[in-house]
């Protein structure tokens, strides 16, 4: 298997519940991220990882909770969301570059998540 | 500082006629640029980049960008547009910190 993988690609989960989506890669790469995009807004960055560990975190509520455990495996533990976290949530990963820009994101399909 | 504008949210071509989609930038260091296409529910895909070197690019599907220093822009461009165009585009630029600046999107309608 190839690229950046995610699941489930859909999830509708009630605002008690608990719940976690899953990203994987294949690429080789050291760095991951999620990403956050809703209906008439640009896309969010959420949270950057560089070698498992967290460089960056964009002011995200603490009830998006993620979990780097290796370079390939990324998750965002989710629990007691609102209606407003409905969005699709994307993964991607690029290689970091030593001082300077990083290289192309491959984004995975996202997961379509609906919260009631 | 790195940002992305991405002038119109939304581009209507006829099928067969050019479609241009402007993309601008800032940014502090020499940039990396990039062009993503998103289809309905999927993830964002790669169309193109630019690094260093030729700065006429040429991608998937028959897009291409120019870079332009003196302009800073990244325009893209395809001569002639298809109905599997339509979707929305997305110029971005990376900066330091492992981290890419994304433009609002453009979305594309062709016109049959």
């Known amino acids: 298997e190839t690229g950046v993988t995610q699941t489930p690609r859909h999830l509708v989960m009630g605002m008690t519940n608990k719940k976690s989506l899953k990203c994987e890669q294949h690429?080789?790469?050291?760095?991951m991220y999620w990403y956050k995009q809703s209906a008439k807004k640009p896309l969010e960055l959420m949270f950057v990882y560089n070698f498992k560990e967290q460089t960056e975190n964009n002011s995200v509520p603490s009830r998006f909770s993620p979990e780097c455990p290796n370079s390939s495996h990324l998750f965002l533990h989710l629990h007691t969301l609102q209606p407003e976290d409905s969005a699709l949530y994307l993964c991607?990963?690029?290689?970091?570059?030593?001082?300077?820009?990083?290289?192309?994101?491959?984004f995975g399909p996202g997961t379509r998540l609906t919260v009631l | 500082a790195q940002s992305v504008t991405q002038l119109g949210s939304h581009v209507s071509v006829s099928e067969g006629a050019l479609v241009l989609l402007r993309c601008n930038y800032s940014s502090s260091v020499p940039p990396y640029l990039f062009w993503y296409v998103q289809y309905p529910n999927q993830g964002l895909q790669l169309l193109l980049k630019y690094t260093t070197g030729a700065t006429l690019v040429k991608g998937i599907n028959g897009f291409e960008a120019e870079f332009k220093k003196s302009e800073t822009s990244f325009h893209l461009t395809k001569p002639s547009a298809h109905m599997s165009d339509a979707a929305e585009y997305f110029c971005a630029v990376s900066a330091v910190g492992n981290q890419f600046y994304f433009g609002t999107g453009t979305s594309l309608t062709v016109i049959p």
């Open positions: 991607a990963s690029s290689q970091p570059r030593a001082g300077g820009s990083t290289d192309t994101q491959y």
């Open positions: 690429l080789g790469h050291n760095a």
